[in-house]
């Protein structure tokens, strides 16, 4: 079984994702002789079952240099506000748990399909929030002692 391990912090459910610049299918490849390095960067994210849509902050955007491909107006708990919206492939640096106990095995687990992701404000304590969008998508439990667990389908 995969799992992405994390702690609470300041009562907040806090994951590291990966993320990437969605790049849509290329077409007329041809063969190369030297590897593409796709580079994955990390970002701290919060846990929001109470959001709908999975949000990206701008500076997160800005380092990314991601490319909006429209705008929708987005209703929050204050007002309604339009935002951008930008494509993203995201991911999770997951465990493998051995069932016979030993050592953890660690690996990198991408998303098949892209994530459409909103812009929101700067803040010092995460990059991201995932939403409902995306954690629909998985098991999640939270343990008395501040950890939880994200499980990987």
Request: proline share 4%; glycine share 6%; with cysteine.
């Amino acid at each position: 079984m995969r799992v992405v391990r994390c702690k609470l912090e300041r009562r907040q459910a806090i994951v590291e994702i990966g993320l990437q610049k969605f790049v849509p299918s290329a077409r007329n490849l041809q063969p190369q002789d030297a590897a593409t390095a796709f580079p994955v960067n990390r970002y701290r994210a919060l846990i929001d079952t109470g959001a709908q849509r999975t949000c990206l902050s701008r500076s997160a955007i800005a380092i990314e240099n991601l490319s909006s491909h429209g705008k929708r107006a987005i209703q929050n708990v204050h007002n309604q506000q339009l935002h951008r919206l930008y494509f993203i492939n995201l991911g999770f640096v997951c465990e493998i748990e051995r069932p016979d106990g030993g050592d953890n095995d660690v690996s990198y687990y991408a998303m098949e399909t892209p994530c459409e992701v909103i812009n929101i404000a700067d803040n010092e304590y995460f990059d991201a929030i995932l939403g409902m969008d995306i954690l629909e998508q998985f098991d999640f439990r939270f343990h008395k002692t501040g950890e939880f667990l994200l499980q990987i389908p």
